[in-house]
């Protein structure tokens, strides 16, 4: 592991990171002709939330810049919305915020950053 992304999760534990619920569903399967839902996990990351304005917001798809969008930094991979999968679910000071983007950062082996929008339920 390289020395910058040991610095990196080191300030993950001394700046205000702290545990975050994470919900993953898995990808659905198609059983006699039926899709069944995948399985629904609950799981803690240690991560580094603060909140996001300007050229970053530029990255997220129209619709989801009007709500409230954080960048997230973790040691723990976070899934997207993707064609076999369904976005993580992040819960942020008691709502929930779905993944946007996520990316490994570069240089920093095992960190991803990721944008997440907060989940407006009707």
Same mark, same amino acid.
């Given at each position: 592991?390289? /020395?910058?992304?040991?610095? =990196?999760?080191?300030?993950?534990?001394? =700046?205000?990171?702290?545990?975050?619920?994470? /919900?993953?569903? @898995? %990808?659905?399967?198609?059983?006699?002709?039926?899709? +069944?839902?995948?399985?629904?996990? /609950? =799981?803690?990351?240690?991560?580094?939330?603060? #909140? !996001?304005?300007?050229?970053?917001? @530029?990255?997220? %798809?129209?619709?989801?810049?009007?709500?409230?969008?954080?960048? *997230?930094?973790?040691? &723990?991979?976070?899934? &997207? $919305?993707?064609?076999?999968? @369904?976005?993580? *679910? *992040?819960? *942020? #000071?008691? #709502?929930?915020? @779905? !993944?946007? &983007?996520?990316? #490994?950062?570069?240089? =920093?082996?095992?960190?991803?950053?990721? $944008?997440?929008?907060? +989940? &407006?339920?009707?």
């Amino acid at each position: 592991m390289s /020395t910058a992304t040991e610095r =990196f999760r080191d300030g993950l534990k001394r =700046f205000p990171s702290k545990q975050y619920a994470v /919900t993953r569903h @898995e %990808p659905s399967t198609v059983v006699m002709g039926r899709r +069944v839902a995948g399985a629904v996990s /609950t =799981f803690t990351v240690l991560a580094l939330v603060m #909140d !996001v304005e300007g050229a970053q917001l @530029e990255r997220l %798809p129209e619709g989801r810049r009007a709500s409230r969008v954080v960048a *997230i930094y973790s040691s &723990t991979p976070l899934r &997207t $919305l993707a064609d076999e999968q @369904e976005a993580d *679910i *992040i819960r *942020i #000071d008691d #709502d929930d915020y @779905e !993944v946007q &983007t996520a990316r #490994d950062l570069d240089g =920093f082996c095992g960190i991803t950053h990721a $944008l997440a929008a907060r +989940v &407006t339920r009707t």
